[in-house]
């Protein structure tokens, strides 16, 4: 019998889980000022970046590690502070009288306190704006504090104005997946700054006289030929009772006709269709994503999908807003996204599906 970690689950408003597990922390600070570090890119290669903390990043560090001392069942197992946010991996060894929602609010507190001594007049310290080029001279000495210049905050402001956002991991593997998130996330700002073209959020993609955002390289818009990737339930079910022929043949279809030069098209929404596009992201193989949720301007693909987005292979699009309290796919959205990747496929004078 499967226990309550075996599934998804999400922070919903009122919640407070007490048990043991592991759970991503992010504090964000909601204006995006570069308060807690500066990003820099030595000879340009983003494989090298590293965010150096200022005065303010080193106290939301102490926090960090505070929460430890307060709570000895809890540990900090990985954490990264950015220019305007910080991640937290933090572990519970045993179960908690009132759960990991208290603990992460008593660490805001913490931080929003040495937010409001750090805007304080009497401690004029600030990042300097780090929005010049991102190539530096690493050999330096920099001096990343500068006083205020005209943007003083009142020592009653509170930077951190947002409360943590909580995200439980119950997935096998999904420790180790986080951990990299989070250890990459230096590299990945520094892609995105790199090459900012592909991570910026396109606005009203037309295709077929249905409006999307898109993120990537929009120029997969003119291929030559386009398959759709839709594994069908009766394939699945076919599989389930013994006989996975038509499925093995349809998913080895789909990579045949990657190979042959097709843009594949989809949402990739069950369990296959994600094996399918696995191996178009290990095969480096174009292929258009259509996403069940719009984009919002600080977004960044997942783990491999971010890379292939980078060396403008992805494009992902989505007809919808960004809704940030969104966090499940409905059926009908599974109908529409399937809909809409037919439809991209259609628009192609060479109307053969490669897809068998």
């Known amino acids: 019998m499967a226990n309550e970690h075996d599934i998804w689950q999400w922070k919903e408003p009122g919640t407070a889980w007490k048990g043991a597990g592991i759970y991503h922390v992010t504090l964000t600070i909601p204006s995006r000022e570069p308060l807690l570090g500066e990003l820099v ?11 150096e903390r200022t005065e303010l990043g080193e106290k939301i ?31 519970v060894t045993q179960p908690m009288q009132k759960g990991i929602s208290t603990v992460v609010r008593g660490w805001w507190q913490g931080a929003k ?7 304080s007049p009497f401690s004029p310290n600030i990042i300097r704006d780090n929005k010049r080029s991102p190539m530096r001279d690493n050999k330096r000495k920099r001096n990343i504090t ?16 947002e ?26 700002l520094a892609t995105k700054r790199l090459k900012p073209g592909f991570f910026r959020v396109q606005e009203e993609i037309e295709i077929g006289g249905r409006m999307y955002r898109g993120i990537g390289n929009a120029a997969l818009l003119q291929a030559e030929r386009y398959a759709p990737v839709h594994v069908r339930r009766t394939m699945i079910g076919e599989a389930m009772h013994g006989d996975d022929t038509r499925l093995r043949d349809y998913m080895n279809g789909c990579v045949l006709a990657a190979r042959q030069g097709a843009v594949m098209v989809s949402p990739f929404i069950s369990d296959k269709e994600k094996e399918v ?29 971010f890379d292939s987005v980078a ?4 494009l992902m699009l989505s007809p919808w807003e960004h809704d940030p309290s969104k966090r499940h796919v409905t059926r009908a959205e599974c109908v529409a996204m399937n809909q809409m990747a037919e439809e991209i496929c259609n628009l192609t004078n060479n109307k053969t599906n490669l897809c068998p």
């Not at 890119?41 to 965010?51: C, F, G, L, S, T």
């Not at 306190?113 to 805007?119: H, M, Q, S």
């Not at 500068?146 to 951190?160: K, L, T, Y």
């Open 277 to 305: 596009m696995a191996v178009l992201l290990a095969e480096a193989h174009p292929f258009i994503y259509i996403a069940d949720n719009g984009f919002d301007d600080y977004y960044k693909p997942s783990d491999g999908l």
């Open 41 to 51: 890119i030595p000879e340009n290669d983003p494989r090298q970046a590293r965010v």
């Open 163 to 188: 409360m943590p956002f909580i995200r439980p991991m119950s997935h096998k593997g999904q420790l180790q997946t986080m951990i990299r998130y989070v250890q990459m996330n230096p590299q990945r």
């Open 311 to 314: 060396a403008g292979r992805v």
């Open 146 to 161: 500068s006083p205020m210049r005209g943007n003083e905050r009142s020592a009653a402001d509170s930077i951190f104005t």
């Open 61 to 91: 560090v102490h926090t960090i590690f505070h929460i430890q001392d307060i709570h000895p069942e809890v540990r900090v197992i990985q954490f990264c502070v950015m220019p305007d946010h910080v991640h937290a991996v933090l572990y």
């Open 113 to 119: 306190k040495e937010g409001r001594e750090f805007a």
